[in-house]
């Protein structure tokens, strides 16, 4: 690597990107909040508005949620945050997106995926209800529906856009012929879809698709749900309510071998002289300004660790050598439990 050492500063002002050619502008990296709900582990309600309000202090203002993130509690988190003394005059900062599709029952059980048009209406008056908004900013589609033309339930969407309930409209983990027939439908603004050093799926025919439509991407885990890093060494270091227990990656052999690929940008890392997670999401950042990672956190150091990649600059040297030690298709096992898998576009 590159002998040099980057500013481990937050930027200011923090820069920002646009969303692929829709106009609409957010902070080059967002924060994915679904870890302050469920998932991951105990949470501190108050801790995570904290570091909500640090966000925009520091300018990370593009803010990811769902529906199902904690069957609705992580949506009137962003509530809270949004009516809380530090936010209550800054909505128009803010971009906020969330999603529908994923459908769970009163136990919290995952019983299947709905993309009917009745179902969209109804889960975007939901959750504006629970976020306490007049609009959302980005609604995304959180898993496609087999059983429903994309057609039909981005035509729904496109009635949500008209009656002023959403302004953009994005998809999560679609497939290229899904991507080009919705957006035949509608503009699509942004694909939300797993992307880092170590799931690197979409670059043969969704990346492509999306440049040619002017999609911008939004990746989720860009930091291998924390694997990449170097934070865990062993299974017995995540909660033991922590959904990676059950992640085919965290398990077993996969796991020690993919301790190898943490340990590889932990070196490289530190030859620039920046974080290993700083190295893995200044990586994702490089891949184009149509791109806006949006990592996770609870913490406000984390945050600020994350923030300060996107002052790190990678050479084309760099980007050669992380791609000799971090090839496609480098990681042990799949990126989900099975039944998850069968549930991807595609």
Same mark, same amino acid.
């Given at each position: 690597m590159t002998d040099q050492s980057n500013d481990?500063?937050?930027?200011?002002?923090?820069?920002?990107?646009?969303?692929?050619?829709?106009?609409?502008?957010?902070?080059?990296?967002?924060?994915g909040c679904m870890g302050m709900s469920e998932f991951y582990g105990e949470s501190d309600e108050q801790e995570s508005l904290a570091t909500l309000a640090h966000a925009v202090d520091i300018g990370i203002t593009f803010w990811d949620t769902a529906d199902i993130y904690g069957r609705g509690h992580n949506e009137e988190l962003l509530r809270k945050a949004l009516l809380s003394d530090a936010l209550r005059s800054r909505r128009e900062e803010l971009v906020i997106a969330t999603k529908f599709g994923v459908v769970r029952d009163d136990d919290g059980g995952f019983v299947g995926i709905s993309g009917k048009p009745d179902y969209v209406h109804e889960a975007c008056d939901r959750s504006l209800q629970r976020l306490g908004l007049d609009h959302i900013d980005l609604y995304y589609q959180h898993r496609v529906d087999p059983e429903v033309p994309i057609e039909d339930t981005v035509g729904a969407m496109k009635e949500l856009v008209d009656a002023g309930k959403v302004r953009h409209l994005g998809l999560s983990e679609a497939s290229a012929p899904t991507i080009r027939r919705a957006a035949a439908t509608h503009p699509i603004t942004a694909l939300q879809t797993e992307y880092s050093?170590?799931? !690197? *799926? &979409?670059?043969?025919?969704?990346?492509? =698709?999306?440049?040619? +439509?002017?999609?911008?991407? /939004?990746?989720?885990?860009?930091?291998?749900?924390?694997?990449?890093?170097?934070?865990?060494?062993?299974?017995?270091?995540?909660?033991?309510?922590?959904?990676?227990?059950?992640?085919?990656?965290?398990?077993?052999?996969?796991?020690?071998?993919?301790?190898?690929?943490?340990?590889?940008? !932990? *070196? &490289?890392?530190?030859?620039?002289?920046? =974080?290993?997670?700083? +190295?893995?999401?200044?990586? /994702?950042?490089?891949?184009?300004?149509?791109?806006?990672?949006?990592?996770?956190?609870?913490?406000?150091?984390?945050?600020?660790?994350?923030?300060?990649?996107?002052?790190?600059?990678?050479?084309?040297?760099?980007?050669?050598?992380?791609?000799?030690?971090?090839?496609?298709?480098?990681?042990?096992?799949?990126?989900?439990?099975?039944?998850?898998?069968?549930?991807?576009?595609?």
């Open positions: 481990l500063t937050v930027p200011t002002p923090f820069p920002s990107r646009e969303l692929g050619r829709s106009g609409l502008r957010v902070s080059a990296l967002g924060l050093l170590w799931t !690197r *799926d &979409l670059e043969d025919q969704i990346f492509p =698709t999306c440049r040619e +439509l002017g999609i911008g991407l /939004v990746p989720y885990s860009p930091l291998g749900r924390g694997f990449l890093s170097g934070r865990f060494r062993s299974v017995d270091d995540l909660d033991e309510e922590d959904w990676r227990r059950s992640n085919p990656r965290f398990q077993g052999e996969a796991f020690a071998k993919n301790l190898q690929i943490a340990d590889r940008i !932990r *070196d &490289l890392a530190e030859s620039l002289g920046c =974080t290993a997670s700083q +190295l893995a999401l200044a990586w /994702v950042l490089a891949q184009g300004r149509d791109v806006v990672p949006i990592p996770g956190t609870r913490k406000a150091s984390r945050l600020n660790e994350n923030a300060a990649a996107t002052a790190v600059r990678l050479s084309a040297t760099d980007l050669a050598l992380l791609e000799d030690a971090l090839p496609k298709g480098i990681a042990e096992g799949t990126r989900y439990p099975e039944q998850a898998m069968r549930a991807l576009d595609g």
